[in-house]
Structures are given as structure tokens and as C-alpha cells.
């Protein structure tokens, strides 16, 4: 029997569905839910020793607040760790796992077109990882605010979700692009994040707009810690753009970049090793 | 066409010493890695700090005006910590696959079925990180000592800071075992040399994060045990004596580096085996 060929949104769907349960329930979770579970101990344990009021949250005889806390997580651990990593590990995952399991050749063989398997792949790695990580910010944010606080914090809880699921959305995509393109994702994706964004956004001039981390941390509501010379230097050099020009730019990111990383899975001419 | 005989023939070649096959697998690994040519461009990488470093000394002997650029000790204690960069990448790219490309493709129980024990195994391909990390380490700092000693046309600061000579060597040493035995055991937990890879990031990453994250809510810097990185750099000063960074005992700084080379000792031990019982 000869089906109907699916239209490339229905053929990205029908991945989306495939690739959804095979992220969620791989060894891979693990990894993720480590890699979130840190930040709700952390906030555990700062929950415990404030419950039992001991000086751990006093900086310089100052008490640090739950919301200031809850920035510091969001800026040290959410912003500046787990979203570029996440992005990186599944980003590149996408096409290069296929390739690596020699399944891709499965893959080409359905009648869908090419670059919607990337999509629905992508698709699935945004839904994944969305259903983790912003769950854990929200555990974080309940655990380190009194309930008195909420009302007048919760919008800022709100803004750290949106731009959390935002650079985990532009830095798939870019990830997904390196993925596609390269032969070893990896190695070029964490030069990237830890290499080229890092130094980037410690130089003066136009340098730091060539990175996602510039447009995402101009959304940030909470100030910026400076906990060494490289967070000295990016204080030093920090210029915000306003809201609206970073969001146009990190949509410009994530259409570029899901574009290229679909054409490129469109065009090239995958060889397996044998 | 005659057919020969296929049946059983005494093996007529010499017999390698015991103890001595972990060389084969060093030997093939260095040459297996030397001729990726993407390799070759990241090592040219890691050796530019010291030709940068190399030019300052060079300026600093030749030039009055610019004698504030002359090394001190502290200038070898910078040189290892930014060459830090390179050993993470170095150990990425060429650890992730070490054992975890053997075990996806079973030859793990290819190598053991040789007259190979398992600690010679390890050993050959630890020899591998080894060799290549020590060379973005060790190597260049000693070069740049000699190089200063070249430039300076004396001995007069070798003379004054012996201590350098053991001081760069341990260090290296710390950052090497570290790095390579974290590696090799984080390798031999998967069959996927990507996903080791990321575990590897993750873990200097994820512990410098939750340290930061931990000194920026409490104030202080006695949590850096957290950190391999951090313990290390505590560790780096010590040696080079200076001042520590952070207000951690070196016995603890110690300790840790201990509990992570053991930890990752004993997960070798358990991960590399020749028969894997499958449930």
C-alpha cells in the first residue's frame, strides 16, 4: 500500500511524537534531572538553615533575602550552567545520535522530508527539557520565598521562566545547526558556550553580540553577582540593550539558526563509519 | 591450487615482557590521535599562551622600559592556570571515546582475551590522556623556563626560585591525574563518547557553578572542596606559594583531590571487565 505523503508539518509531528518519549524516558533524563536537582538541594538546604535561622544567608553581617537568593540561582546555576549545557547536550544530539546509532538511514527512508525530522526532533528536545527545567525554577522559587513574598515576586518568577524556556529554545536551535553541520558537535558547541560567550562577554565593543548569553541576560530581572575576574570584566563591560531589540534578536537566532539546521539536514549527505 | 593448512601452528613470533602490552595500546592511541588534523590545529591552540608568554620574556630581558613584564613565580602559577582551558578540551576531545568507543564496539572483551591484564589496560589508555595532557602542561611551563633562562643569558633566576622546577611538576601532575583518571572513568560508565563528554563538562561546570552559586549566597569560600577546578587552583597556590584563593585548609584541598583519583580508581575497577553479565 502506498500512503500519502505527510505534509512537512504533519511529518515533524509525527517525529515530535516519536522523539518525546524516547527523551524522556532515556539515561538522559538522568543526566538532566541531576543537573536541575542541584539547584533544588541548594535551595533545600539554604529552606532548612533559614527555617532553623542560621547565618548561612548573611553576607557581611547583611541578610540576603529569598528573592536575592533565588537571582543568584537563576544567574549562577540556571542562566549561566544548565541552559548552554542542555542546549549543547541535546542540541547536538538531535541529528548526531541518529548518525552515531546508524538509524538515520531508518529515518530518510520515510516518506517525510528531511528537514521536518529535525523540527519534530527539536520540537520534542524544547518540550523535554521545558518539563524539567521550569518545574525545578518554580520548586526553587517556593522553596527560597515566603509566602508573603509571592504576590510581589511572582512576575519576576514569570519573566525567569519565559527567558529560561527562551535560551533553551535559541540555543537548541543553535546547537541543532552545529549538530547538523559538524562532525564533532560536541567539542565545537562547548568551545562555544564556555570558550567564545565567556571571553566574548568580557571584552569591550561589539564583540558580545555575536553570542546568545548578551541578549539573554539583558532580560534578566535580577542584578548581576560578580563572583570572579570574568564576572568582574562582564560587569565591567556590561551594556543591556532593551528588551525589545534582545527579543528581536533571539528570534532572529532561533529562525536563522532552526533554518539553517534544517536545510543543512536537508542537503547533506550523511556517511556512516563503518 | 594448493590449500595450506589452517590448523593449530605455534605461534613462532617474540614474546612481549610482562607487564609491558599497555605500550601497544599507548603507542597505537598517540598515533590514532596525531593524525586527526583537528587535533593538531586545538594543540597549536594550546601551545599559544606559550608563545605569547615566550615574547614577553623575550621583551622584558631585552628592553629596560618594559622590565615590569619579567617573570616572577607567579607568572608559571598563571601560565598552568590558563592552560587549564586547554587540558579540558584536550581531555574531552580525546578522552570521551577512550573506553566508551571500545565498549560500544565489545572490543573490550577482544583486548582482555589477549595476554592483556585489565590494570594494563587501564594503564595504556590512561597513558594516552597522559601523554598528550602533560604536553599543554608540564612541558610548555618547563619550556618557558628554559626559555627564560635563554633570553636572560644566566641562571640567576633559576637559582632563585629552584623551587619552580618541582612545583611546575607537581602541579601539572595534579592537574593531569585529575583531569585523565575523572575522564577514563567517566569513559568507561557509557558507551557513548558524546554523552561522556557532557557528563565530563558537566561535572567541572555544574560543581564551579553550585560552589559560585553557594560562595555568592553564604559569602564564604570554604565550600571549593566542591570544585575539582577550584581545589585544584587552591592546591596551585599552595604549591607555588602563594597566597590562597579561598578559605579552604589544604588538607582539604588535598583529600578531595585524593577521593575524586580513588573514586575514579574504583569505578575503573568495577567497569572494566571482560565478561559483562547482562540482567
Given amino acids: ?274 | 591450487m594448493p590449500i595450506h593448512d589452517q590448523g593449530y601452528r605455534r605461534y613462532l613470533g617474540s614474546r612481549g615482557a610482562i607487564g609491558k602490552s599497555w605500550q601497544v595500546i599507548t603507542r597505537a592511541g598517540i598515533r590514532t590521535v596525531l593524525s586527526k588534523r583537528s587535533f593538531i590545529a586545538l594543540m597549536l591552540l594550546a601551545w599559544s599562551p606559550f608563545v605569547v608568554r615566550a615574547v614577553q620574556v623575550y621583551v622584558a630581558s631585552n628592553f629596560q622600559q618594559a622590565s615590569f613584564l619579567a617573570p616572577k613565580a607567579e607568572t608559571f602559577r598563571e601560565f598552568l592556570g590558563q592552560q587549564g582551558l586547554f587540558v579540558f578540551f584536550v581531555t574531552i576531545y580525546i578522552g570521551a571515546g577512550l573506553i566508551a568507543n571500545d565498549r560500544r564496539a565489545n572490543a573490550l572483551q577482544v583486548y582482555l582475551s589477549k595476554p592483556l591484564t585489565r590494570a594494563e589496560y587501564v594503564a595504556g589508555k590512561l597513558a594516552i590522556l597522559f601523554f598528550f595532557l602533560v604536553s599543554v602542561t608540564w612541558l610548555p611551563a618547563i619550556m618557558l623556563l628554559l626559555v627564560q633562562i635563554m633570553f636572560a643569558g644566566s641562571l640567576g633566576f633559576l637559582r632563585q626560585n629552584i623551587f619552580l622546577i618541582p612545583a611546575i611538576t607537581l602541579f601539572s601532575l595534579l592537574q593531569v591525574l585529575v583531569a585523565s583518571m575523572t575522564m577514563l572513568a567517566l569513559s568507561s560508565m557509557s558507551k557513548s563518547s558524546r554523552f561522556v563528554g557532557v557528563m565530563y563538562a558537566g561535572l567541572i561546570f555544574f560543581t564551579a557553578a553550585m560552589f559560585q552559586a553557594l560562595r555568592g549566597i553564604t559569602g564564604r569560600s570554604s565550600f571549593a572542596w566542591l570544585s575539582p577546578t577550584d581545589t585544584l587552583e587552591q592546591l596551585g597556590n599552595y604549591v607555588f606559594r602563594l597566597d590562597p584563593v579561598y578559605d579552604l585548609h589544604p588538607a582539604v584541598a588535598v583529600l578531595t583531590v585524593v577521593t575524586l583519583v580513588a573514586g575514579s580508581a574504583w569505578i575503573l575497577e568495577r567497569r572494566v571487565r571482560g565478561i559483562e553479565v547482562v540482567q
Wanted: with cysteine; proline share 5%; hydrophobic share 55%.
Fill in chain 1, 1 to 274: 500500500m502506498i500512503g500519502r505523503t505527510l505534509s512537512f508539518w504533519g511529518a515533524s509531528r509525527r517525529v515530535f511524537d516519536l522523539s518525546l518519549g524516547e527523551m524522556l524516558w532515556s539515561r538522559r533524563t538522568i543526566f538532566m534531572a541531576l543537573v536541575v536537582g542541584g539547584p533544588v538541594v541548594l535551595a533545600l538546604v539554604v529552606r532548612i538553615l533559614e527555617t532553623f535561622g542560621m547565618p548561612a544567608l548573611r553576607v557581611n553581617g547583611q541578610r540576603i533575602g529569598g528573592m536575592g537568593v533565588f537571582g543568584i540561582v537563576i544567574w549562577m546555576l540556571f542562566l549561566r550552567f544548565v541552559i548552554p549545557i542542555l542546549g549543547v547536550f541535546y542540541g547536538t544530539a538531535l541529528m548526531a545520535d541518529e548518525v552515531e546509532d546508524k538509524t538515520i538511514t531508518y529515518l530518510f527512508t520515510r516518506p517525510v522530508p528531511r528537514g521536518a525530522v529535525l523540527i519534530g526532533k527539536y520540537l520534542a528536545y524544547l518540550a523535554c527539557t521545558s518539563l524539567v527545567v521550569l518545574p525545578s525554577v518554580m520548586l526553587v522559587y517556593f522553596l527560597l520565598i515566603r509566602l508573603n513574598e509571592v504576590p510581589g515576586t511572582f512576575m519576576q518568577l514569570l519573566t525567569d521562566m519565559g527567558l529560561l524556556f527562551l535560551g533553551l529554545a535559541v540555543y537548541g536551535a543553535f546547537f541543532a545547526f552545529i549538530g547538523a553541520f559538524f562532525k564533532r558537535p560536541l567539542v565545537i558547541g562547548l568551545v562555544f558556550v564556555m570558550g567564545w560567550e565567556q571571553t566574548a562577554m568580557a571584552l569591550p565593543g561589539y564583540m558580545k553580540r555575536f553570542t546568545v548569553a548578551y541578549y539573554l541576560q539583558a532580560l534578566v530581572p535580577h542584578s548581576m553577582p560578580s563572583d570572579g575576574v570574568v564576572s568582574i570584566l562582564q560587569g565591567m563591560f556590561r551594556d543591556t540593550p532593551p528588551v525589545a531589540v534582545s527579543l528581536t534578536w533571539l528570534a532572529v537566532y532561533l529562525v536563522v539558526f532552526l533554518f539553517l539546521a534544517a536545510r543543512t539536514v536537508d542537503r547533506k549527505e550523511y556517511i556512516l563509519e563503518q
